[in-house]
């Protein structure tokens, strides 16, 4: 069960539209290569949902967009918008649905591909996600946004060097281009190099002076590297740029956080939660603030109420679930929200996890030893995984499996105090 609880998002946007179609600069993608015609009503009514997207009415971005796709319907533009819109909604089969419409409409269509690779992405699915990515660059070698998802799938899977290089060479090719400055940021410092990171997250603010994004994580690298007050300078100059972006301001308590300053931290906070009480994401990040700071039972309530006014981040799922099992709560809401996290993102193996702990408070030891098992299937080396397996199967009564997989936690490097129990449990399973 890992507590999933980041300071800031990090990469590129999940999202299945180009970025700057969506009003934000930094990828370098925008609705120019559409297939409908530029002056028709469907191309109007495209550009009317993109608006309304940026505007966050999803409701009204959905219906031009389905305006244009009965306008345009051998269009696959309209049907991505579609399923950008279902993703956002959490809905990530419905999703999959509407590209799969895309791609009978337009096969080969670089845009199609690059939607199909960020849906994977979201999903941590990086190896289809990539094949994907490389089909784009087939039908369209120079696609930047391909260029871009591919570097970010190369970090994402742990070659940062070759991140790097395919940053640096995207910024050759595009030295004016925002986006490309924005990835190599990134890399860098993924790479440890946060004065080179800093550097390029620089230039990508100055190419791209109305977007937040590159301030907002060269804040993330000046954290990364404990230098607080320039943390806070930059993401007081994103405030500038978005005054009533509400991520900055929960950013700006995290950082306060980060920086010892825990009461300023959640005073923050609270004073963006009670100033948007109906946005999930603040009242997700508010509980994650105040699990740091060890106020639980506040956490549950801010993470409830972030599940009730939307279910669509699997981390809020996942951080409520395993905060319910700890307080010895309301088991039946657990499973719910371990599963919903599962469902966003199957193929995550620390919601697999979660659940798996979930299943064991309700004492169904079978499910969460075949739960754990999917998870290590999905990491194999990871520690934590084996321990538990080995607890649930110790409980079971399967002796000689469960010392097998604590040896194999001991052995991947389980830290302490896991690593304690797990020697001590181990012990008493060969007496």
């Known amino acids: 069960m890992r507590w999933s609880a980041p300071v800031f998002t990090i990469l590129v946007s999940t999202a299945l539209l180009p970025a700057t179609a969506l009003g934000t600069a930094i990828e370098g993608d925008g609705p120019t290569d559409l297939t409908i015609s530029k002056e028709s009503p469907a191309a109007a009514e495209f550009r009317a949902g993109v608006q309304k997207l940026v505007n966050r009415d999803l409701a009204g971005a959905e219906a031009s967009f389905r305006k244009a796709q009965q306008l345009a319907p051998k269009s696959p533009e309209p049907l991505i918008a579609l399923a950008d819109i279902e993703a956002r909604k959490g809905n990530p089969a419905a999703a999959e649905a509407l590209l799969q419409q895309a791609r009978k409409v337009s096969p080969n269509h670089v845009a199609v591909h690059v939607a199909f690779g960020r849906l994977y992405k979201s999903r941590g699915d990086f190896q289809r996600a990539k094949t994907e990515f490389e089909a784009a660059l087939k039908v369209a070698p120079s696609s930047l946004p391909a260029q871009m998802e591919l570097a970010d ?219 754990l098992v999917r998870a290590l299937a999905l990491a194999p080396g990871a520690a934590a995984l084996h321990y538990r397996l080995g607890i649930v199967r110790a409980e079971q009564g399967a002796n000689a499996k469960a010392a097998e997989s604590f040896e194999q936690a001991l052995k991947a490097g389980l830290p302490a105090p896991m690593a304690a129990d797990a020697k001590q449990r181990l012990d008493a399973l060969k007496k």
């Open 153 to 371: 799938i190369y970090l994402r899977t742990g070659d940062v060097k070759r991140a790097v290089q395919e940053y640096e060479r995207i910024t050759a090719a595009r030295p004016k281009d925002a986006g490309a400055h924005f990835g190599l940021g990134v890399a860098l410092a993924a790479a440890g190099r946060s004065t080179d990171a800093a550097a390029a997250l620089e230039k990508a603010a100055q190419l791209a002076p109305r977007d937040p994004e590159p301030l907002r994580m060269l804040a993330r690298v000046e954290v990364e590297a404990k230098r607080y007050p320039q943390a806070l300078a930059a993401l007081d100059r994103a405030i500038k740029v978005a005054p009533t972006a509400t991520t900055l301001q929960m950013d700006r308590a995290s950082v306060l956080l980060a920086s010892g300053d825990a009461k300023g931290a959640i005073a923050t906070a609270q004073s963006v939660a009670k100033a948007h009480p109906s946005d999930a994401a603040v009242q997700g990040r508010l509980g994650n603030l105040l699990v740091a700071t060890g106020d639980k039972a506040g956490a549950r309530q801010a993470f409830a109420k972030s599940i009730e006014l939307s279910q669509a981040d699997p981390q809020t799922l996942n951080n409520a679930a395993w905060l319910e099992v700890d307080a010895k709560g309301d088991l039946a809401k657990a499973h719910a929200w371990a599963t919903r996290a599962t469902e966003l993102r199957p193929r995550d193996p620390s919601y697999l996890d979660t659940l798996a702990w979930v299943e064991r408070a309700r004492g169904d030891l079978p499910k969460a030893e075949a739960t």
